[in-house]
């Protein structure tokens, strides 16, 4: 069983910077790839970047490209969001979320962070 916890999250004005952290334990090695998600207040959540645990291939989604960067650090079982040039509209709870190699979805979950950013 693979528990998530995320940590980083907070408040920040428009411009700056967080980086998130999505400790992993239980059976990292039951892990093919790791994703972070956020859910606006009054919207659905979505898919804002993701990394395959062992080959480090990347996704990040049009919004973020290029503010967001996703990386992972094997050695701690922690993979990381880091988040630049924040807007308003970044302001979501973040989720991060792993998916095993047998299925293509996501199927454990972190508890979620708060990212607020202000104008």
């Known amino acids: 069983q693979v528990q998530l916890v995320e940590s980083g999250g907070g408040l920040v004005q428009a411009g700056g910077s967080l980086r998130l952290s999505c400790a992993a334990s239980?059976?990292?090695?039951?892990?093919?790839?790791v994703g972070w998600f956020r859910q606006p207040p009054g919207k659905e959540r979505e898919l804002v970047a993701a990394?395959?645990?062992?080959?480090?291939?990347?996704y990040s989604a049009d919004p973020v490209k290029g503010r967001f960067t996703i990386f992972r650090d094997n050695a701690k079982n922690t993979v990381y969001l880091q988040m630049i040039s924040l807007k308003p509209e970044d302001t979501a709870v973040y989720y991060c979320?792993?998916?095993?190699?047998?299925?293509?979805?996501?199927?454990?979950w972190g508890q979620g962070t708060q990212v607020t950013v202000s104008s």
């Open positions: 979320a792993s998916r095993p190699p047998e299925r293509n979805e996501y199927d454990h």
């Open positions: 239980g059976l990292p090695s039951n892990i093919y790839a």
């Open positions: 990394i395959t645990w062992s080959g480090g291939s990347t």
